[in-house]
């Protein structure tokens, strides 16, 4: 694409969203994008963008915005619309013949252009000062413990941090849990399952990574297994620490495997699989994949094996 072809876009969609907002603010959210992720620029906003839905969604998130929002409800309010403009992203190139990009592929490119909006029309904001700087780039010490009842505004705090693509690897959409979600999950204990939680130290100690598994109603050898870590703190072995302690957990109240579904995309948890050290398959399923993963050896031809076998698996963690 020729700079020609993305300057008439960006000047078309800056008259279009403007609307009585400041239009120069809008052009300096195209090129926060274009700086932040050059290698998408050519392929999102090509001849073809105005004919799509993409524009639609973005002028409803403008005209829908409230910039006195507080972080987290700015964070749960931007998160269907990132996900509705990599859709329509999406369809841009699918109805064109070309290979459909996954959703999960550009949700974080939509989701930092829609606060690159936000920011843009909020104006500037202050830098934090060097001690702030400092503290903030100090590594935590994090300890791994089970769930507390008094977790689930903490659990609720770090969901509100997560990228969009964290998200959208949990839940497979835009789905934000509830606060009635979130005490459900710090609940569970005795047959039903368990959580475990990564908490930060520091001043103000913060959860930033949890790992649950459920117990199948109907087949209590089995359970569904959910690995969530903040971005800041992914690829430290935090994710191995929470997977090993819901394991353990598992075995010691009888049970012998865990199933899941895992988007394909999701090369962090396939990754973490593949080094558990548990016997495990992987089953294409559309988007997805159906893992099983064998914590106790049982005998082939054994009961349990052929439980297991017979068990659809579901969306990790989606029992709660």
């Not at 999102?44 to 915005?65: I, M, N, Q």
């Not at 996900?83 to 999960?104: F, I, T």
């Not at 606060?179 to 609940?187: G, I, K």
Request: hydrophobic share 45%.
């Amino acid at each position: 694409m020729t700079m020609n072809t993305w300057e008439r876009i960006r000047n078309v969609l800056a008259q279009r969203l403007a609307g009585g907002r400041p239009r120069q603010a809008i052009m300096g959210a195209f090129t926060t994008l274009a700086r932040q992720h050059p290698e998408w620029t050519e392929a999102l906003f090509d001849e073809h963008f105005l004919s799509y839905g993409a524009a639609a969604v973005l002028t409803e998130y403008l005209g829908r915005r409230r910039p006195d929002r507080s972080a987290t409800a700015a964070v749960n309010w931007r998160a269907p619309y990132a996900y509705w403009l990599a859709e329509a992203w999406a369809r841009q190139h699918s109805d064109r013949g070309a290979d459909r990009r996954a959703v999960a592929q550009v949700m974080g490119v939509a989701n930092d252009f829609l606060q690159a909006l936000d920011e843009a029309l909020a104006g500037p904001t202050r830098q934090p000062d060097a001690a702030q700087a400092a503290a903030a780039g100090r590594k935590a010490r994090i300890v791994v413990r089970p769930a507390q009842a008094g977790d689930a505004p903490a659990l609720a705090a770090m969901h509100a941090r997560l990228s969009l693509q964290s998200m959208y690897f949990r839940y497979l959409g835009p789905y934000h849990p509830t606060a009635r979600d979130m005490e459900r999950l710090c609940a569970l204990s005795g047959p039903e399952g368990a959580t475990f939680v990564a908490v930060a130290d520091g001043p103000a100690p913060e959860i930033v990574g949890y790992a649950c598994y459920v117990r199948d109603e109907n087949r209590a050898e089995l359970a569904e297994p959910a690995v969530l870590v903040e971005d800041r703190h992914q690829r430290r072995g935090l994710g191995r620490a929470l997977l090993n302690q819901i394991s353990q957990h598992a075995r010691r109240s009888g049970v012998l495997g865990f199933l899941a579904l895992v988007h394909r995309d999701n090369a962090a948890m396939l990754r973490l699989i593949e080094n558990s050290g548990f016997a495990h398959t992987l089953k294409p399923d559309q988007d997805a994949f159906e893992v099983r993963m064998q914590l106790v050896k049982a005998a082939a031809g054994s009961p349990e094996a052929t439980r297991a076998d017979a068990v659809q698996p579901r969306l990790a963690g989606d029992a709660l």
